[in-house]
């Protein structure tokens, strides 16, 4: 097989150079390809892999959320994980506690300093 360079550069991009995501998202875009009976991986197939991958990671995306966003106590998780989501990253896909300082001010409408959000 095949792979367009839009699609590879999406998928790496997509992908954060973590290898976990980088196989999944090129295994349903393969599958995709060879249902369409084309050896070429496209940008359209990646798009029905991004679908298929997030469908076939659910359940276990829905038990990391909940476990890092649960708590007996009153607490931020849900939006400084929301917040982390938002915020700017480098080239490498990384940023830092005070690129998540902004996101949190918009969810919450209040603003917040590193030290309520995050344990140093």
Known sequence: ??????????ITHL????PTFTHLLTQHAAL????????N????????AMQE???????????AYHDATSS???????????ACAL???NDLGYFSAVDVREPMQ????????IPAFSRI
Not at 32 to 39: E, I, L, N, S, T
Not at 41 to 48: A, E, F, N, R
Not at 74 to 79: F, P, Q, S, T
Not at 106 to 113: S, V
Request: proline content about 5%; overall charge positive; cysteine-free.
């Open 53 to 63: 991958a997030v469908e076939s990671q659910a359940e276990t995306i829905k038990s």
């Open 41 to 48: 991986i496209t940008s359209v197939d990646l798009k029905s």
């Open 32 to 39: 995709q390809a060879v249902d369409r009976g084309d050896a």
């Open 72 to 82: 007996p106590k009153k607490n931020l998780y849900r939006e400084v994980l929301l």
């Open 15 to 18: 992908s954060h150079g973590l």
């Open 106 to 113: 918009k969810i919450t409408g209040k603003p917040y300093d």
């Open 1 to 10: 097989m095949t792979i367009d360079a839009d699609a590879r550069e999406r």
């Open 87 to 89: 915020a700017p990253k």
